[in-house]
């Protein structure tokens, strides 16, 4: 597990620092030591007392201490009972083992009444039930049991009344012998740690992927049988490289020599499958062929996942956001103007942020996100971390650090404003960690990892908890309906020009959704929100020794069925349908002016 970076560090004192003399120790105690003295006695015998007798009913013992009617023989011989049966009576057994059948405890002695059969909680001369010093539960108001087994809260989690408990005491009081009172109760501790197991997940996070799928599903199935875990899910943090074929490599901007075919077009060809579901984002390093056609978001091959320039995806209850691409100030206030084939510039503007992407992330509630998912790290998130530790190990990042240019400063923004509960990165080929304390006291840890290469920190595992658990996990991959809402009420703002165009301020223009927003996606999905794994091949698959297979523009720019059912079911706009109808209409203005001039 991550040991995240803390906020503040404490000086560590030097041994002995702070060491009492032997001569000091052997003086008598002062007024002030005496007093201290004479409060922790009197915080002790106060504990003595609580403390009650199963056998004798007088405070101040518990039963393996009492004496009463105890002779030395006995003593000698240890036959000494140290319980009793409440159902049956018997002392050669207790009650968690007892086989009578009932929620009878006919020999129960009531601390209230002194009467036996029923217990002090169910008596009728006890007003306060559980709550001896008063109070109820803060659920129901109920006093007969406490809030963590109120059948109100239990019910919201998806656990049955009857799965509920009727006697359990936790009080210091209870002897061993009620750990369990009623036959359902080691029933319902197992469905419960069934669900904490359900609820609590282990995911992986990866680094910069750069196309080394194999290694990393390797890793992850030697970490699974070393340490005999299963893990749910695996997040990549860009540079995932989904090249299809040789044409693909002519879209990654890289130099040259570091174009290779990797291991995605087996996934891609389905001569492999993921085995375990994959969800990445997109960094600086990809394949835009192929991205471009999915700016939603949608499945790149068989259980493997890309979240598009901005999206969020819920996994059995767990939110997960992410934004692709790194931050370049010069292309922020751009639209998604790019198309394939790509020239010198926009082989690279076409993986820049865009401030649209922001925007939408940014309408987003206030801490409901559990992972967010970025290539760049926020700005100024290494001061939240050993900063002199990243330094000795990137030493070149000195001037960003101390100039306040080391990571995005959307990035920034969207930290500070939707503050998820965790935060993943890449992109600087180093693993560091920070845990940032919002001014609301909410927490958020941050971890960025390392490239995929053998003996750098690339891969890390976590047991997360979702914020709002599944009360329902199905492990299928879902659409986030606060996120369909906030694309429908945002096409507007779509906008495919290179040059800037400026967003409304979110301080004076919000579109956060309503209560009305979610019922109309309710509505439009039937209230399903499960991803179809509807994957199909857009591109000719790679052929090792076929050599590079000519492909025409028109089927670089062809429209992937999982963007226009999107599109078709929320009624938004295709950014390429909308660049190919600018472009159209340019090119008719164009031909209609040059006739003009003709005649």
């Keep these: 597990m991550t040991r995240f970076a803390k906020h503040k560090k404490s000086k560590k004192k030097s041994i002995g620092e702070d060491a009492t003399p032997w001569e000091k120790l052997k003086e008598p105690l002062n007024e002030e030591d005496q007093r201290k003295e004479a409060k922790r006695l009197e915080k002790k015998r106060k504990r003595e007392l609580k403390k009650i007798c199963f056998r004798c009913r007088t405070p101040g013992h518990s039963m393996n201490e009492c004496t009463s009617e105890i002779c030395d023989e006995q003593k000698k011989k240890r036959d000494i009972k140290t319980g009793i049966c409440y159902k049956c009576g018997s002392t050669e057994h207790r009650l968690k083992q007892c086989t009578v059948k009932g929620d009878s405890f006919a020999y129960a002695t009531c601390f209230i009444c002194g009467k036996q059969g029923h217990w002090s909680r169910l008596c009728p001369d006890n007003p306060n039930g559980l709550y001896p010093n008063g109070g109820c539960c803060n659920e129901c108001g109920s006093k007969q049991h406490f809030k963590r087994d109120c059948p109100t809260l239990l019910k919201k989690q998806g656990i049955d009344d009857q799965q509920l408990p009727c006697l359990t005491s936790t009080t210091n009081n209870i002897d061993d012998n009620v750990e369990s009172i009623i036959e359902k109760s080691n029933k319902t501790k197992k469905s419960l740690k069934r669900l904490k197991l359900i609820i609590k997940m282990k995911i992986a996070i990866e680094g910069c992927c750069h196309g080394e799928l194999d290694r990393i599903y390797e890793t992850i199935k030697q970490i699974e049988t070393e340490q005999n875990i299963k893990i749910d899910l695996l997040l990549i943090g860009g540079d ?3 090249i299809r074929n040789e044409h693909d490599l002519q879209s990654m901007a890289v130099p040259p020599k570091y174009r290779s075919m990797q291991d995605f077009w087996r996934y891609y060809s389905g001569e492999k499958r993921a085995p375990i579901l994959t969800i990445f ?16 978001g949608g499945w790149v091959a068989p259980n493997i996942y890309y979240m598009g320039y901005g999206n969020v995806v819920n996994y059995n209850g767990l939110r997960i956001a992410g934004l692709s691409g790194i931050y370049k100030s010069h292309d922020y206030n751009s639209g998604h103007y790019e198309l394939p084939p790509f020239d010198e510039k926009t082989i690279r503007s076409i993986y820049h942020i865009r401030s649209l992407d922001v925007f939408r992330i940014k ?29 000795q190990r990137k030493q070149h990042f000195h001037n960003d650090i101390y100039t306040n240019q080391l990571g995005s400063e959307p990035l920034e923004e969207v930290l500070l404003r939707i503050q998820p509960k965790y935060w993943f990165s890449a992109h600087l080929h180093v693993k560091f960690a920070a845990l940032v304390e919002h001014t609301n006291g909410q927490l958020t840890r941050f971890l960025a990892l390392d490239k995929c290469i053998p003996g750098r920190d690339f891969l890390q595992i976590l047991d997360i908890e ?45 579109f956060t959704p309503n209560e009305n927003d979610y019922q109309k996606v309710q509505d439009d999905f039937s209230n399903t929100f499960e991803i179809p794994e509807m994957f199909e091949p857009t591109g000719p698959i790679y052929v090792p020794g076929r050599g590079n297979i000519p492909i025409d523009i028109e089927q670089l720019r062809k429209n992937n069925s999982q963007t226009e059912l999107l599109c078709l079911m929320l009624g938004i706009r295709n950014p390429i349908d909308v660049i190919l109808n600018r472009k159209t209409q340019s090119i008719q203005i164009d031909q209609t002016s040059s006739m003009d001039q003709t005649n």
């Design 240 to 242: 995932f490289q989904a």
């Design 281 to 296: 984002i997109g960094g600086n390093h990809e394949s835009s062929n192929f991205l471009i056609e999915l700016p939603y």
């Design 363 to 391: 309408q987003l509630q206030q801490g409901k996100i559990d992972i967010m998912l970025s290539h760049d790290w926020p700005r100024g998130i290494v001061w939240y971390g050993d900063t002199q530790r990243l330094l």
């Design 466 to 510: 979702p914020i709002n658990p599944s009360p329902s996990p199905t492990n299928r991959l879902s659409l986030d309906p606060e996120w369909l809402c906030i694309l429908t009420k945002t096409d507007h703002l779509l906008h495919v020009q290179r040059t800037n165009t400026f967003l409304p301020s979110i301080s004076q223009t919000s």
